[in-house]
């Protein structure tokens, strides 16, 4: 290992605690070691202490310093794999089609698309005037509406989130993020004279346009809870008018409009329930009316054509089904049934057309569309044959729309875009992402694994591997899981995985309990007072691996991130001797601390999907998992954790905490690395490079703990 710079030696030095040892070699970089403070509460009647509570403080230079320090020390640490770094980054991004273009998509007047230049970090996002019939000409004369590159000059960190056209197509409302945290600013643009307007709002999360071109709604959320709980009206050129506020905690909102544009939609929301509530776009100034009072447990969407609203609901139906009702009478005695409760599949979206519905559901892991032709009566049905794949809904602005627009890939297969004739279901492969330099996906083999759980469940997974992969418990294995909020693990393509699989590499995932990849009570297995489930199916299906011959403890290394990384901190204290190392991103790993503080943003929303630790029976459940809470004097994986200084969804102290905890009870000589971008947030870097960058160097660092160092 290289020596440490003397800047990580004089920081680690200021850092450690006065009962440190500094019992290292000369040569060896000296890893920080934070200082203890007193910090004690009092829980359900016991005292709780928390020696690093310090770190919390942002504000703070030495916390700041101690960033630094762990920096500069996994810089050090790592100095030898950076030339494996460059060259994994020098691959990918050697694949990548630098100038591209997505498909345009027409909207109105006009077809959008967005487009990359060589050598720039963010898309620019375009728009050409429909040509002859209607079809996209790319000779008609581009209008560029938004270059990300040149509104991010300046700024470490640069996203767009909304991006929406006024109906006469001249305003543009679109919102922007500069420090990662998730806080984004309303900008409207003039597409004519291209100046920005003079109104501007902080921390906009949704918007829609009023038919008037004039006037939008805007959703915002509290500057220190970060929840969406307050709705304005703008009138352009006046000052912003509340016109609703979500007084309960549980909830946050979202403003949108239907698929026909005749109504905003206000969508009202917590884990369980949902409500929503309309308004004609053509009436701005009117008052919001719900479609159905909110009743706990029930989570319902709607759309609407022609006076009929379409609504999506779990009322009687834990998977879902769709019903038809009046629009000013949508009582459930008024419900028509539409598409039926089905126990094998899960409704994941509804899209209503002029002349079409589309279903997008989900069943056995595996995404398809099913198309219902309002004249005809009848259905017909989008799947795919490959034994894993993803299949989405990839956008179909237009209302009176003839072709639905889907998203393809597979482990094995590029992204693709289609585009399917919703009256006879023939699929036209309008792009498919090009690999540079070329790509065969003969080379490659994917699989559907199922592993059996401690209780009976069959736990899905999927795998994909270079064929000449040897299965004989040898070969390296990177297991990836997520498990909760209902969100499914997907069987996507990887254009940087490919360093990974012609270097031997078997890349696996695993459809844990706590998403919904087979159903909503699949996502209930993994929540609340079950939770534990979400880690004993990534444990046994690790073994099950193993089992199997596909890889060996000593060969398994494991990842994931957010509340994945909660499931790294998790499974590696009950059985750090089942994985030899761990990349863990930006993980919610200090629950309890984070739970408990109701000051904290997204904590109270947040009570619904693990538990209230008010209540007593949640805390000690909690409790007893909580990876800050159960680090114990043993011995655990190599681990490199990874965050954002301006992370709004897992806050960044959490990781330093556990890193820095992790250090003084560890009994092991293993690697233990912490390394914070400090101009990114959640997601990581912004710019495409950047985040290139950072992705080659988590693969690196895995390579060289398997052994494998080009």
């Known amino acids: 290992m290289s020596i440490a710079s003397p800047t ?39 005292v709780v202490t928390d020696d690093y509570r310090w770190l919390q403080k942002k504000t703070d230079p030495a916390v700041i310093d101690y960033l630094n320090a762990e920096n500069a020390y996994t810089a050090a640490v790592t100095a030898p794999i950076q030339p494996l770094a460059d060259k994994l980054f020098a691959e990918v991004k050697g694949r990548m089609q630098e100038v591209d273009l997505s498909v345009p998509a027409r909207n109105g007047n006009f077809y959008y698309y967005t487009r990359t230049e060589a050598g720039k970090q963010y898309p620019i996002h375009c728009r050409r005037p429909l040509g002859a019939d209607g079809v996209y000409d790319a000779t008609l004369t581009e209008e560029i509406l938004l270059d990300q590159n040149q509104l991010a000059e300046g700024h470490k960190f640069f996203s767009v989130r909304a991006f929406a056209v006024s109906p006469n197509e001249q305003l543009l409302a679109y919102t922007t993020d500069t420090t990662g945290f998730r806080q984004y600013e309303l900008h409207i643009k003039d597409l004519k004279t291209g100046k920005l307007l003079t109104d501007a709002m902080p921390r906009v999360t949704s918007l829609a346009w009023a038919a008037d071109n004039a006037t939008l709604m805007l959703a915002q959320e509290d500057a220190t809870t970060k929840r969406s709980d307050r709705l304005f009206r703008l009138a352009l050129g006046q000052t912003p008018v509340q016109v609703y506020h979500e007084p309960v905690e549980q909830f946050s909102i979202g403003i949108s409009r239907t698929q026909d544009k005749q109504f905003f939609t206000l969508d009202i929301g917590s884990t369980d329930t949902r409500e929503v509530r309309l308004l004609s776009t053509s009436k701005p100034k009117g008052q919001f009316k719900p479609v159905l009072v909110r009743e706990k447990g029930h989570r319902y969407s709607v759309e609407h054509r022609d006076g009929q609203l379409y609504i999506l609901t779990n009322k009687d139906a834990k998977n879902f089904r769709i019903v038809t009702a009046p629009l000013n009478a949508a009582q459930p005695k008024n419900w028509q049934p539409l598409v039926a409760h089905n126990p094998e599949a899960v409704i994941k979206s509804l899209d209503v057309f002029q002349n079409y519905l589309v279903v997008m559901e989900k069943s056995q892991a595996l995404n398809r569309a099913r198309i219902y032709d309002f004249a005809k009566k009848n259905w017909k049905t989008v799947q795919f044959d490959d034994p894993v794949y993803l299949a989405t809904a990839a956008g179909t602005p237009e209302f009176t729309a003839t072709q639905f627009r889907m998203a393809y890939q597979s482990p094995v297969t590029p992204p693709t875009v289609i585009d399917v004739a919703m009256a006879d279901g023939k699929r036209t492969v309008l792009k498919q992402q090009e690999v540079v330099g070329g790509y065969d996906p003969s080379r490659y083999a994917t699989e559907r694994l199922w592993a059996t759980a401690r209780d009976g469940v069959k736990v899905p997974l999927w795998i994909v591997y270079k064929k000449d992969v040897k299965r004989d418990g040898k070969a390296p294995l990177l297991l990836y899981s997520y498990g909760s909020y209902g969100i499914s693990t997907e069987a996507s393509f990887g254009l940087s995985r490919i360093s990974l699989l012609e270097r031997g590499v078997i890349y696996a995932q695993a459809h844990i309990r706590g998403g919904t990849d087979m159903g909503e009570a699949w996502h209930e297995d993994g929540m609340l ?18 089992s199997e011959k596909w890889t060996s403890p000593n060969r398994l290394i494991i990842q994931g991130g957010s509340a994945g990384g909660l499931l790294m901190g998790a499974v590696v204290n009950q059985r750090p001797e089942l994985f030899h190392a ?44 909580s990876p800050y809470d159960n680090i114990a004097r043993k011995d655990y994986p190599a681990m490199l954790v990874t965050t954002g200084l301006n992370d709004s969804q897992v806050m960044y102290w959490e990781p330093a905490k556990y890193v820095a905890k992790l250090r003084a009870y ?29 992705g080659a160097f988590n693969m690196a660092w895995m390579l060289d703990q398997w052994g494998i160092r080009e």
Not at 26 to 45: F, M, S
Not at 607 to 622: C, I, R, S, V
């Open 666 to 694: 560890k009994t092991d000589h293993n690697p233990l690395l912490l390394k914070t971008n400090m101009g990114a947030g959640h997601g990581g870097a912004s710019g495409r490079y950047n985040a290139i960058a950072e």
């Open 582 to 625: 761990v990349h863990a991103a930006v993980p919610f790993v200090d629950v309890m601390n984070t739970m408990m503080d109701a000051s904290l943003p997204l904590t109270t929303g947040e009570y619904l999907e693990w538990g209230d630790p008010n209540q007593k029976a949640a805390y000690d459940y909690m409790l007893s998992y």
């Open 529 to 546: 007072m079950k939770k534990k489930n979400t880690f004993n199916d990534f444990i046994d299906s690790a073994e099950y691996l193993i």
């Open 8 to 46: 990580a030696r004089h920081l680690a030095a200021l850092l450690l605690s006065a009962a440190a040892p500094f019992a290292l070699a000369a040569d060896l970089p000296i890893p920080p070691v934070a200082a203890k403070t007193a910090w004690q509460e009092t829980r359900h009647g016991t």
